[in-house]
């Protein structure tokens, strides 16, 4: 959670960065709008499209996903143990509280809310507990609680970060430790990585991954043969493409995006959440907003808000909605 005296430490850390730079770079770090950089970009979003906030006051939004059934969007704030619901017309009240783990809330950890979440064709909303350390489901119609997987080989996770659901129903889930009062160092920890995995429908659990210190963001291309994975890491702010055989397991990875220029000119953020529209454009947030990216990886554009943006979700009417920072924002696409 970048905020401007962080950017301003960060600003001081890059070598040879002059005064000038350091004033422009901070401009740049409030850019609000739609910034174009390959003009491919048109047929996505316009450059004069406004973006608005819907909501502010929250301690770090996350985890958007579109409603379509109640014609509402649900997101979440993991610090304050909360899903909140935006309707259009009526908007944002409380959805859930507590999300994740139960009250009270041991100071052991640092993030007790559902994180990531998705829909899983049945009613479900599934969820990655950043508080209880598990991937749960909630019953949309009686909103009860199923706990789908909370270890790895007998061992717990750190605190499960985002994830997203395949046609078959299998989970693709990342387990970094922001979720434990000291992150690395928490004595809660009982596997020595961050991982990568993918939970079957019959319960299984396979590790995809075990190589990368923050592993955030997933999601699925169209097709089903890419996953797109974000890392969270100063040292390595990139978003990694796996290439999926036909039973949704890994043959090879290759960077599909590097967000280091903008990490190192000091926009605020880091890869963190994805999404893909059908047509196989990715909204991969990261420095300085949301990178909209053809599906070759080529950055056609950034979305800003002026804040980091952790998150997003494709909705109805063509809106982008995004969690960032302490509030939620939205902007209208031609097409997805």
């Given amino acids: 959670m970048i905020d401007r005296r962080a950017l301003l430490a960060g600003l001081a850390a890059v070598p040879m960065l002059g005064a000038a730079r350091a004033l422009a770079a901070e401009k740049e770090a409030a850019f609000e709008g739609?910034?174009?950089?390959?003009?491919?970009?048109?047929?996505?979003?316009?450059?004069?499209?406004?973006?608005?906030?819907?909501?502010?006051?929250?301690?770090?939004?996350?985890?958007?996903?579109?409603?379509?059934?109640?014609?509402?969007?649900?997101?979440?704030?993991?610090?304050?143990?909360?899903?909140?619901?935006?309707?259009?017309?009526?908007?944002?009240?409380t959805f859930l509280s507590p999300s994740g783990h139960p009250l009270p809330v041991p100071p052991s950890i640092s993030e007790p809310g559902l994180n990531g979440i998705a829909l899983d064709g049945k009613g479900g909303l599934v969820g990655a507990n950043s508080g209880s350390r598990s991937i749960d489901c909630i019953d949309l119609a009686t909103m009860q609680r199923t706990t789908l997987v909370d270890r790895f080989e007998g061992k717990r996770f750190n605190s499960p970060n985002d994830l997203c659901i395949a046609s078959s129903g299998a989970i693709y889930f990342t387990d970094p430790t922001y979720g434990l009062a000291g992150g690395d160092d928490s004595p809660l920890r009982e596997l020595a990585w961050c991982g990568l995995y993918r939970l079957s429908p019959d319960g299984k659990v396979a590790l995809f991954d075990r190589t990368h210190r923050r592993p955030n963001g997933v999601a699925l291309s169209p097709d089903e043969k890419t996953l797109y994975l974000a890392l969270s890491d100063e040292k390595e702010p990139e978003v990694l493409a796996y290439a999926l055989d036909a039973k949704g397991m890994p043959t090879g990875q290759r960077r599909f995006r590097d967000m280091r220029p903008q990490y190192d000119a000091g926009l605020p953020g880091l890869p963190d959440g994805i999404k893909v529209s059908p047509r196989g454009d990715v909204f991969a947030t990261g420095p300085g907003g949301v990178h909209v990216c053809s599906a070759d990886g080529r950055l056609l554009g950034i979305i800003g808000t002026g804040k980091p943006v952790a998150n997003c979700a494709l909705g109805s009417k063509g809106r982008l909605f995004m969690t960032s920072f302490d509030r939620l924002a939205v902007v209208t696409l031609k097409q997805t």
């Fill in 34 to 93: 739609v910034r174009r950089l390959d003009p491919e970009l048109d047929r996505i979003v316009s450059v004069d499209a406004r973006v608005d906030v819907l909501g502010r006051g929250y301690r770090w939004a996350e985890g958007p996903v579109w409603l379509p059934s109640e014609d509402c969007l649900l997101f979440g704030d993991p610090g304050n143990n909360i899903i909140h619901r935006w309707r259009e017309g009526q908007g944002i009240s």
